[in-house]
């Protein structure tokens, strides 16, 4: 913000100057009319529109300002933006008042109903380009204060049930804002085009809105093609009036009966049900009638406690207990997540002790699960694999995978044999099956028709995150401490529309302005552990625990797969390449088989294996922080801590002959500090394994010891269920 605020400054001040020195050149005559047009010319719309302003305001006294449609769009985006800024615009440039654009607001229509400035707006934008003008539809409600307070501005009382004048007044009082949002299925655009004020709308209501919504939005040029919902009752029930089977999940358009709409239930909601479920149910079983148990993720992070290491996932106990986290839908992603299922599946097969634990059928559970959210939510045309936006060229590879998917979500049981699809946990599951057949409908349909085919199909845009960003976006213009109230959701929703300059009296082209940015421009961040790790993954792998194991085999694992980073970040600092090849070196210099276990199990082509000398340096560092700080319950406070470590590293390592193939280099290369390139090495590798180490060891240190003992009682309870096979 700080950034744009002086970006902006920038140039306004260098306009300021240029439309003073300008005026003065008017007034002297010195510059033709002509001249100065072809001046004006040369600056942009917006910095022309600013310039035009000044020069016709300039002189003038405050009451005898006048502002072009353009500017008021100016002045309420960037005041939308940040009032502070444009407080500090207004000194530098003669803009409106703050109260003027309070008026200009408030003259734009956003009582509940649809709203036509919206609906107008699109049909000029995009409502007569093939493509552009197709959308998924998302309902979804936001909870909203109750509210029964006096608005003097219409003489009566504000908080009933309201349906725009569509429905009966109520006199009943609104509990939730239900807002359709409209969402471009290709093209950069989304726009809530209706709201009302429901106490929880019944199916019946819910299902007429709809309708009318989709013959509102034909009758602006826009075509739905998708309806996106939650998995809640009345949804569902609302999809059945519609006419939609768990197969055939689509009914007609009802204003040309050979469209179809297909219905679409967010699969982020369905992920979190998936993770509800099978942690609720704790097992269930798959086509083969094998286990999946939650159990096998929980004892995941216990050996992941006590070892004080993370095998390369994100899970810690917020994931387990997600009862106090339920609604975010990071979580659930984490643990239905490939990094879990490698972890898994690294401890079955890698790790001698966890042999027993049978979690094969968890591991392809979770691995599918993950498939299903990726395919689901593709958020970008250039990403590869089950991230790939949907297109013809790999049309059988989507649909096969899609369809192996849906079989398999539909063999899965409880412990006494019911489908989990007759099941009354089921919700999550028939969820998932219509969303497939949904997308595999919907895609099929758009990319191989004659006329007009689409491109590349992203199944982002079929996602009710645009809508809850919208929520999020108005909650927090109330200082995000409460849900708003109907009078404080009214103006949020007018001025979130007004953001993208809709008003009647605004004409066309000042929409130039951000034309390109999107409603609401925040992104989810990328979910998974991205496929060639990142060094901000470096955190994801140590969590230390003060009862910390010996050294066993998965600990190694884990350091053998941070040694991987630090080779990774080192190589890209050290400025010596035979000193990079040597921490790459494995012809002589063999890392022991076992402990690269791990990463191969995550490679997937872009992971680093190190030398077997940076293994010994890592894991030497390793005994002596456990000795010198793990093992002591107080955090020390030894001023160089760091370098003691070092060391005592180095004096452990001193008998050893580290990078074998690289003597004749390091007997050679001396810098010129009178360091040689050997120890320089060394310490880098030293240095950067015990930053990463004890920052992560800081910020585990107090959380490990103030929940320490829920903790614990929680893994004994965990250790029964695991070992006694309930
Ligand atoms: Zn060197």
């Not at 190694?556 to 797969?561: G, K, M, P, V």
């Not at 050893?656 to 040689?676: K, V």
């Not at 590798?685 to 910020?699: P, T």
Request: charged content about 20%; some cysteine; hydrophobic content about 40%.
């Amino acid at each position: 913000m700080h950034n744009l605020q002086r970006s902006v400054h920038h140039r306004n001040a260098t306009n300021k100057s240029l439309t003073e020195a300008l005026a003065e050149c008017r007034h002297q005559n010195l510059l033709s009319e002509a001249a100065e047009q072809s001046l004006l010319d040369g600056f942009g719309p917006v910095a022309k529109e600013i310039l035009l302003n000044e020069i016709k305001n300039v002189g003038k006294n405050k009451h005898g300002h006048r502002f072009s449609d353009n500017i008021r769009a100016f002045a309420l985006t960037v005041f939308y933006y940040s009032p502070r800024a444009y407080n500090f615009l207004r000194t530098v440039f003669c803009l409106p008042s703050v109260s003027s654009l309070r008026d200009y607001n408030s003259s734009v229509d956003s009582s509940p109903g649809f709203s036509i400035p919206v609906l107008s707006y699109l049909q000029r934008t995009v409502g007569a380009k093939p493509c552009e003008n197709e959308c998924c539809l998302v309902i979804d409600a936001m909870n909203i204060r109750k509210d029964s307070s006096w608005d003097k501005n219409s003489g009566k009382f504000v908080g009933h049930v309201d349906y725009g004048g569509l429905m009966e007044e109520s006199d009943r009082i609104a509990t939730e804002a239900l807002v359709f949002m409209a969402v471009g299925l290709s093209g950069r655009w989304k726009m809530p085009v209706a709201y009302f004020f429901t106490d929880h709308a019944s199916a019946d209501i819910q299902t007429n809105l709809v309708v009318d919504c989709i013959k509102r939005l034909h009758d602006y040029g826009i075509t739905v093609r998708a309806v996106t919902c939650d998995g809640t009752e009345v949804n569902l029930s609302m999809f059945r009036r519609l006419g939609m089977e768990m197969d055939e999940p689509y009914f007609s358009h009802p204003c040309n009966s050979n469209i179809k709409v297909f219905g679409i239930c967010d699969v982020c909601h369905m992920l979190k049900l998936v993770r509800n479920t099978l942690g609720d149910l704790r097992i269930i079983y798959d086509n083969k009638n094998k286990p999946i148990r939650w159990a096998h993720i929980t004892a995941l992070l216990d050996v992941q406690e006590l070892a004080g290491f993370r095998a390369a996932n994100k899970l810690s106990a917020k994931h387990v207990m997600y009862r106090k986290h339920i609604m975010k839908v990071k979580l659930a992603a984490q643990v239905l997540s490939s990094s879990v299922a490698d972890a898994l599946e690294f401890l079955r097969v890698d790790c001698h002790n966890f042999q027993q634990l049978d979690n094969e059928a968890t591991v392809t559970f979770i691995r599918n699960i993950d498939h299903l959210f990726d395919l689901l939510n593709s958020h970008s045309p250039f990403a590869r694999g089950f991230k790939a936006a949907l297109r013809c060229e790999n049309m059988r590879y989507w649909t096969e995978c899609l369809s192996n998917l849906r079989d398999y979500i539909s063999s899965l049981k409880t412990a006494d044999g019911t489908l989990l699809l007759s099941h009354r946990r089921k919700t999550a599951f028939t969820g998932f099956i219509i969303s497939i057949n949904s997308v595999i409908g919907l895609a099929t349909e758009l990319l191989t028709r004659e006329v007009n085919p689409f491109k590349y199909i992203l199944t982002y845009k079929l996602s009710q995150d645009h809508l809850e960003l919208f929520f999020s976006k108005i909650r927090s213009r109330g200082g995000f401490n409460n849900n708003p109230s109907v009078i404080q959701f009214r103006a949020a929703y007018r001025s979130l529309i007004l953001k993208n300059c809709v008003s009647p009296s605004l004409n066309a082209n000042c929409l130039q302005l951000e034309n390109d940015d999107e409603y609401i421009s925040i992104h989810r961040k990328s979910r998974t552990v991205s496929e060639t790790p990142e060094p901000s993954d470096i955190s994801v792998l140590i969590e230390t625990c003060v009862e910390s194991l010996a050294k066993n085999q998965f600990v190694e694992n884990c350091l053998y797969y941070i040694a991987g980073f630090i080779v990774r970040s080192l190589s890209s600092v050290v400025s010596c390449d035979d000193c990079i090849l040597a921490m790459h070196e494995k012809i002589l210099d063999t890392p022991d088989p076992s402990v690269s276990k791990l990463s191969s199990r995550k490679d997937r082509g872009g992971l680093i294996f190190p030398s077997g000398s940076v293994y010994k340096i890592i894991s030497t560092t390793e005994t002596v922080i456990s000795r010198e700080v793990v093992h002591s319950s107080k955090l020390p406070n030894t001023s160089n801590l760091a370098l003691q470590i070092q060391c005592q590293v180095l004096d452990r390592l001193s008998s050893y002959s580290l990078f074998p193939l690289f003597d004749s280099h390091f007997h050679d290369s001396i810098f010129l500090s009178g360091e040689s390139h050997y120890l320089q090495l060394i310490r880098l590798i030293i240095r950067k394994f015990v930053n990463i180490r004890l920052k992560d060891y800081g910020k585990k240190f107090l959380q490990k010891t103030q929940f320490k003992g829920q903790q614990s009682s929680r893994m004994y309870f965990n250790k029964m269920v695991l070992f006694q096979g309930w």
